[in-house]
């Protein structure tokens, strides 16, 4: 092959490649103007429900054609920062502030029974995980010196704090952002990882505590959001992509996100990051990354190193399907959208 063949041989390849993450786009699906959406649980390709301020809950049966909405009775003024669903009747919604509660409905939202209460001054849960339909984790900000953490072994019905729990100590201004129930995520085994934010950004793991490289030291700084991968030839490690930035900021791509390889032990940086603040990320298959957050909708497609923005509209979180690959997004406004891929 001659050099003028092969350059227009490599000119093609990456003329595709960057057509190909043009061509995605996130459409926008039918919305509930006036809440803002932070909760969000896709279960299937046509199944996803959603969650957020005055109460709201939303469920479509039909990738999102149409939406069933409900106002959680008796609970019109909370604000359920998430939700984890397991099919078309049962979900379980967490809302912050005081007092701390969650919710569990077996009935498609026709009710809901209160399955945990925390009335302590202070209290503020943040997100929530589950690694399948029984084993699940929620995460609080600190109270009395301590990071306040739940468990469920029984799909939502009952929480507690874990016995034997490594006692990780706050430092001042350290907390959690409840942006898109994103920042902890359920492991095998009852472990879990989580990231903090605020005056120091840090990554909890099963062994160790990481301080992240991310723009920090300020009350709106630091980590919002985990992706985790299980590649499946990686002599035993994983693959990690944090998200945050400065949402008080929220156009600046400094800082905003931190990617490992081998379980925490080396970070890099993006060489392209996002474009501004983001709240959450998900990979959607194999290295190939989304991310969103209020200042628009990013793609990567080699394991977050380099990143293409999509959209400039905002979205609070991004989640795929459990089971399949359709990738929903919500945000502000009532905003939902899918990603069109």
């Given at each position: 092959?001659?050099?003028?063949?092969?350059?227009?041989?490599?000119?093609?390849?990456?003329?595709?490649?960057?057509?190909?993450?043009?061509?995605?786009?996130v459409?926008?699906?039918?919305?509930?103007?006036?809440i803002?959406?932070r909760?969000?649980?896709?279960?299937?390709?046509?199944?996803?429900?959603?969650?957020?301020?005055?109460?709201?809950?939303g469920?479509?049966t039909?990738g999102?054609?149409?939406?069933?909405?409900?106002?959680?009775?008796?609970?019109?003024?909370?604000?359920?920062?998430?939700?984890e669903?397991?099919d078309?009747?049962?979900?379980?919604?967490?809302?912050?502030?005081?007092?701390?509660?969650?919710?569990?409905?077996?009935?498609?939202?026709a009710s809901?029974?209160?399955?945990?209460?925390?009335?302590?001054?202070?209290?503020?849960?943040?997100?929530?995980s589950?690694r399948?339909?029984?084993?699940?984790?929620?995460?609080?900000?600190?109270?009395?010196?301590?990071?306040?953490?739940?468990?469920?072994?029984?799909?939502?019905?009952?929480?507690?704090?874990?016995?034997?729990?490594?006692?990780?100590?706050?430092?001042?201004?350290?907390?959690?952002?409840?942006?898109?129930?994103?920042?902890?995520?359920?492991?095998?085994?009852s472990?879990?990882?989580?990231?903090?934010?605020?005056t120091?950004?840090r990554?909890?793991?099963?062994?160790?505590?990481?301080?992240?490289?991310?723009?920090?030291?300020?009350s709106?700084?630091?980590?919002?959001?985990?992706?985790?991968r299980?590649?499946?030839?990686q002599?035993?490690?994983?693959?990690?992509?944090?998200?945050?930035?400065?949402?008080?900021?929220?156009?600046?791509?400094?800082g905003?996100?931190?990617?490992?390889?081998?379980?925490?032990r080396?970070?890099?940086?993006a060489?392209?990051?996002?474009?501004g603040?983001?709240?959450?990320?998900?990979?959607?298959?194999?290295?190939k990354?989304?991310?969103?957050?209020?200042?628009g909708v990013?793609?990567?497609?080699?394991?977050?190193?380099?990143?293409?923005?999509?959209s400039?509209t905002?979205?609070?979180?991004?989640q795929?399907a459990?089971?399949?690959h359709?990738?929903?997004?919500a945000?502000?406004?009532?905003?939902?959208g899918?990603?069109?891929w």
């Amino acid at each position: 092959m001659s050099r003028k063949s092969i350059q227009f041989f490599i000119y093609t390849l990456l003329l595709l490649n960057s057509l190909g993450a043009y061509t995605q786009q996130v459409r926008e699906l039918e919305g509930r103007p006036g809440i803002s959406f932070r909760g969000l649980s896709v279960v299937n390709e046509r199944l996803l429900w959603v969650s957020g301020n005055k109460g709201t809950v939303g469920r479509s049966t039909n990738g999102g054609a149409s939406f069933t909405w409900m106002t959680v009775k008796g609970h019109e003024q909370r604000d359920f920062r998430d939700i984890e669903a397991f099919d078309a009747v049962t979900a379980v919604i967490m809302a912050v502030d005081s007092p701390g509660i969650i919710l569990r409905t077996f009935d498609g939202g026709a009710s809901w029974q209160e399955v945990y209460r925390d009335n302590r001054t202070g209290i503020f849960l943040d997100a929530m995980s589950f690694r399948n339909d029984q084993e699940g984790v929620v995460i609080g900000d600190p109270i009395g010196g301590q990071f306040v953490l739940l468990q469920t072994h029984d799909g939502g019905r009952n929480w507690q704090s874990p016995a034997g729990a490594e006692k990780h100590i706050p430092v001042t201004g350290e907390a959690f952002f409840a942006a898109s129930g994103t920042n902890i995520q359920a492991l095998k085994k009852s472990k879990y990882l989580y990231a903090s934010g605020g005056t120091r950004s840090r990554l909890f793991t099963p062994g160790a505590v990481i301080d992240l490289p991310l723009v920090q030291g300020g009350s709106t700084t630091g980590a919002n959001s985990l992706a985790v991968r299980y590649p499946r030839r990686q002599n035993g490690g994983r693959y990690w992509v944090v998200a945050g930035g400065d949402f008080s900021h929220d156009t600046v791509r400094t800082g905003n996100i931190a990617i490992t390889r081998n379980a925490g032990r080396d970070w890099i940086s993006a060489t392209i990051p996002p474009f501004g603040y983001r709240s959450s990320v998900v990979f959607i298959r194999g290295r190939k990354l989304i991310s969103c957050g209020t200042s628009g909708v990013d793609i990567s497609r080699d394991g977050g190193l380099k990143w293409t923005n999509i959209s400039s509209t905002g979205y609070h979180v991004c989640q795929r399907a459990k089971n399949g690959h359709a990738i929903y997004l919500a945000g502000g406004n009532g905003r939902i959208g899918k990603l069109e891929w």
